[in-house]
């Protein structure tokens, strides 16, 4: 028995060894004194990370055995230093061929994203986002506030699509109902709201009473209609490579002939076929972010790309302003949620902020048009 304890330990301090090594790289140091330096509260942290990659650091996380006083830097030096590159590269090899051989994101799984995230309860939502609700990037340009810049991204997104009085818009993945209630109070427009979430319908319905405005709990390749402005705004994240060429035809299909289409998602470097496994596995099941070639093979010889618009810089910003009411409000939302949800909630929007500031994921917003714009397209930033 005590040779095995002591070939354990030995084990473990060679992992330790390791994981020093590579934490340096990023300035990163264990049991250092700076904000973004690790605080290890289980030695076993070692042997489960480098067997498991980021799911087992994430569950170690959740689990209590480390702390970091600033995760969010904590993760863009981690980031920045491509330490995620240097571990469990087999993982990321089974993960990339499982996506491109199975539809992770059919008709039935779609409904899958709205049960597990979305209808985790609205009061979470509401507690962490501005007033309309908006969960996406907000546009930081002239806004000091987060209210500011989740209006002037909806706005943003008006002006873009050249929104009129009496146009019919459509807009896919319309969450709690922001967007359409923007686009219908000051720009007039009819509105049709797709979502895959009950609670999302039920609140969007609720808040847009009164308004030109019907909302649908139905996955859009089941929609039936005809557009003037279509609109997308942090869904395609949840549509999967194998159904990029199938929304888009979608789209298409829903839009008249000289009509605007924009688009606005999260947005990778590289082509991956699938999400980071503890982002999957607890946060967006079934979700991937894709890459600016993927996106253009998907509406390739279908629409004319009019305008390609990177603002990811803006999501480190608004990730923190959902991180800062998320933690104000946790004592009004502690007793509907465990402890262990409690840092799971706060790890998913630390480490997306430092992915964001470490420029590993961006924003992109494209404005797409069936037959192209006689004489281009003006784009307002």
Known sequence: MDTMINTQSRGGGRLEAKAARLLALADIEIGGSRPWDITVHDPRLYARVFSRGSLGLGEAYMDGWWDVERLDEFFYRILLAKLDQRI?????????????????????RAFEIGKRHYDKGNRLFELMLDKRMNYSCGYWKEARTLDEAQEAKLDLCCRKLGLEPGMRLLDIGCGWGGMARFAAEKYGVQV??????????GYARSHCAGLPIEIRLEDYRAHRGEYDRIVSIGMFEHVGQRNYRTYFRSVRRLLVADGLFLLHTIGSNISLSRTDPWIEKYIFPNSMTPSARQIDRGYEGLFILEDWHNFGADYDPTLMAWHRKFESSWPQLASDYDERFHRMWRLYLLLSAGAFRARENQLFQLLLSPRGVPGGCRVPR
Not at 98 to 108: A, D, E, R
Request: proline fraction near 0%.
């Open 88 to 108: 469990m590269v087999l993982q990321r090899a089974a993960r990339w061929a499982i996506g491109k051989l199975l539809n992770l994101q059919t008709v039935h």
């Open 192 to 201: 049709v709201g797709l979502t895959v979430s009950r609670e999302q319908a």
